[in-house]
């Protein structure tokens, strides 16, 4: 049963760079035909698309965030990370990683399953 | 990219049916069959209920039921049950292998 789980910091600085681990375990990360994604809930608010990655290193993102997000794989420690840079309060959230499958035609990233726990992030000097 | 629409609440009581209805674009939901729910308990993670606009992953009941006009996605859940009471949120495909979400809605079972 594939199971993902983030890691990183509960806590981090304005101006800083905030960065998570997501570890993939029950399931190869490159001998799946799927992207890995992320996706954050600040508190009492919803659902926000962060970025996917392919395990080629192919990516996509919110292009709300793009200037600050960056993805990343590992395919040997079958895990991906997110780095978003200059962070401010607004970007306190639940930070989750999924695993988003496939449409037949285009090879579309269509949907989200499983997610992980999540992993609380507050900005905060 | 904007967030795509939903109704703040809805309400049923036991037994009744709900509908929850998803907003976009002719750059999304009216481009793209590939509509996702997801059904999200307090301090929860969220949970795929539908994908592909009407499909059910295994283990979700048959009283989840989504559909798709022009623009508009949405959820419907017939017989609804105490459990059901969650925060219900779409996704949509939205070209450029960019996905967005709706704002939440949030089911209240009387």
């Known amino acids: 049963q594939l199971q993902l789980q983030e890691s990183g910091p509960g806590l981090v600085k304005p101006s800083e760079t905030l960065s998570l681990t997501c570890t993939v375990s029950g399931g190869s990360i490159s001998g799946s035909n799927h992207y890995w994604g992320w996706i954050r809930q600040p508190p009492g608010k919803g659902l926000e698309w962060i970025a996917n990655?392919?395990?080629?290193?192919?990516?996509a993102y919110n292009p709300s965030l793009k200037s600050r997000a960056t993805i990343s794989v590992d395919t040997s420690k079958n895990q991906f990370s997110l780095n978003l840079r200059s962070v401010t309060a607004a970007d306190t959230a639940i930070f989750y990683c999924?695993?988003?499958?496939?449409?037949?035609?285009?090879?579309?990233?269509?949907?989200?399953?499983?997610w992980g726990q999540g992993t609380l992030v507050t900005v905060s000097s | 990219q904007s967030a795509l629409t939903q109704p703040r609440s809805v309400s049923g009581s036991p037994g009744q049916s709900v509908t929850i209805s998803c907003t976009g674009t002719s750059s999304d939901v009216g481009s793209y069959d590939f509509v996702s729910w997801y059904q999200q308990h307090p301090v929860k993670a969220p949970k795929l209920m539908i994908f592909?606009?009407?499909k059910r992953p295994s283990g979700v009941p048959d009283r989840f039921s989504g559909s798709k006009s022009g623009n508009t996605a949405s959820l419907t859940i017939s017989g609804l049950q105490a459990e059901d009471e969650a925060d219900y949120y779409c996704?949509?495909?939205?070209?450029?292998?960019?996905?967005?979400f709706g704002g939440g809605t949030k089911l209240t079972v009387l």
């Open positions: 592909d606009v009407n």
């Open positions: 999924a695993r988003v499958d496939l449409s037949g035609v285009g090879q579309y990233p269509i949907w989200l399953d499983p």
């Open positions: 996704c949509s495909y939205a070209g450029s292998y960019t996905l967005v």
């Open positions: 990655i392919y395990y080629s290193g192919s990516t």
